[in-house]
Nanobody
Framework: VQLVESGGGLVQAGGSLRVSCAAS????????IGWFRQVPGKEREGISC???????YYADSMKGRFTISSDNAKNTVYLQMNSLKPEDTAVYYC??????????????WGQGTQVTVSS
C-alpha cells in the first residue's frame, strides 16, 4: 500500500485547507484510511478515519471543523479543515490498514504534509 499526501501549506487563522491522500496497492476491499497529525515533541493525534464502504469516524475533539471524504474513482481521501487555528499547525499524515469499519491497525503511512496556520 502506498499513500501520498498533498495539499498542505500556510493558511491564516480562520481559513480553510483541504489535504489529500492518494492511495494505491490495496489487496483487499476491506480497509480504512485515517488522518493523523503530529507536532514535534508531542504525541500523534488521531483525527478521522473513513472505511472502504464509506463510513466515517471522528475523534471527539476533532468533530465539527474537520470533514473526511473519499473519491473512489480517484482513490483519494480528503480532509477538509475549516476555521483553522494556530494550534492546528502540525504535520498531517494519512495512514491505512485492513479491516472493517475502521477497526484496524494502521500498518501503512504516508510521508506527511505540513500545515501551518498563522495568527
Amino acid at each position: 500500500v502506498q499513500l501520498v499526501e498533498s495539499g498542505g501549506g500556510l493558511v491564516q487563522a480562520g481559513g480553510s485547507l483541504r489535504v489529500s491522500c492518494a492511495a494505491s496497492g490495496f489487496t483487499s476491499e476491506n480497509y480504512g484510511i485515517g488522518w493523523f497529525r503530529q507536532v514535534p515533541g508531542k504525541e500523534r493525534e488521531g483525527i478521522s478515519c473513513i472505511s472502504s464502504d464509506g463510513r466515517s469516524y471522528y475523534a471527539d475533539s476533532m468533530k465539527g471543523r474537520f470533514t473526511i471524504s473519499s473519491d473512489n474513482a480517484k482513490n483519494t481521501v480528503y480532509l477538509q479543515m475549516n476555521s483553522l487555528k494556530p494550534e492546528d499547525t502540525a504535520v498531517y499524515y494519512c495512514a491505512a490498514g485492513y479491516g472493517l469499519a475502521c477497526n484496524i491497525d494502521y500498518d501503512y503511512w504516508g510521508q506527511g504534509t505540513q500545515v501551518t496556520v498563522s495568527s
